[in-house]
């Protein structure tokens, strides 16, 4: 049972790119994309239109956008380890930005790595297939809280 992935990302084009990056990494898990911070929350909370959603059931890493619509990354950041349920969630920030002040931030906050999205195609599809399979196949998540 692969658990999900959730990409909470605006940027088509780049949503686009993840996938081709998966599907060449042959990554099976599922890709869920959200496209602003607010529906992120919505989402792990299983609130708003996810309340269908069974709250326990959390994806396996978040790859996260920092410059998102409604509610920002970092803001989305604090929340999920604010949070008892998604405290231990692997979050990966997948942004354009390299501006120390965000790298200090995002890892302040409490993320687990911090990559600048490539500019360049096969650098971008090359990079999101390390993070695939660091966190997907390599890495031992935690089991408990």
Do not use: C
């Not at 099976?28 to 269908?52: M, S």
């Not at 409604?70 to 950041?77: A, C, F, I, N, T």
């Amino acid at each position: 049972m692969h658990k999900e992935i959730l990409l909470v990302e605006d940027n088509p084009d780049d949503v686009e790119l993840t996938r081709i990056a998966f599907n060449e990494a042959k990554i099976a898990n599922a890709l869920t994309v959200v496209t602003d911070g607010a529906e992120a929350l919505d989402y792990l909370f299983a609130r708003g239109a996810h309340a269908d959603r069974n709250p326990a059931d959390l994806p396996s890493i978040v790859l996260l956008d920092l410059n998102l619509p409604k509610v920002d990354g970092r803001e989305v950041l604090q929340a999920i380890r604010a949070n008892e349920a998604t405290r231990t969630l692997p979050v990966v920030v997948l942004t354009t930005s390299a501006e120390p002040f965000d790298v200090e931030t995002s890892y302040a906050l409490g993320v687990n790595s911090y990559i600048q999205k490539p500019v360049d195609f096969e650098q971008f599809v090359w990079a999101v297939k390390q993070v695939g399979l660091y966190w997907l196949v390599l890495n031992h998540p935690r089991t408990g809280g």
